[in-house]
């Protein structure tokens, strides 16, 4: 099992606050994330982590079953974006995002539920936790995950969210030392 709970309450830490250079692991996967002209790079990072907070908080808390888990922590936006065949959500940043995805994976929008299940510590198939989140340029943002030195992981769930929150385009993953990512923070 890739998630403990300790490692996804640790995760949820990283998610409300940055952590601290030197707790770094060796190496981290990037993300690296183009945002809608309109869109700063900051909502567009508390969009993100707004929605993170949610799921993790599930993680940490929710019994996972065959019921439906509450969704009252999600976001409306999140919530209106994610229904497989639904009309088109009222902000337009989600709606262009969720068509961006599509056109990306060729798969289909994800589900709330379904994509809420991503994050049972039970489940295997997310093979990252989230690091961090960076501005590195005007209008470019770099997501940072610990995917434990693999330069291939399961993250689907993980591309749906940063298209959703106002991504034109992502690229990556790519593993970097973690010192790439201690002087994007520093600004360097």
Known sequence: ???SEE???AEL???RQRPATESAPPVLAAFTVDV?????????????RHVLSAALHLACTAEFGDEDLPTDEFPDWFKAVSVRDGEAPSQEFAGRGRTAYVDRSGGGPWSLQNWIYRFDPEEDSRGWEFWDVVRVG????????DSWGESFFGSLELLWLLYVA??????GPEVHKAGTWASEVRGR
Do not use: K
């Open 138 to 145: 005007p209008s470019r943002l770099r997501v940072w995950v």
């Open 13 to 15: 830490d990283r998610v």
């Open 166 to 171: 106002g991504a034109t385009h992502v690229e």
């Open 7 to 9: 490692s996804v309450a």
């Open 1 to 3: 099992m890739i998630h």
């Open 36 to 48: 809608f002209e309109g869109t700063t790079p900051e909502a567009y990072a508390l969009r993100v």
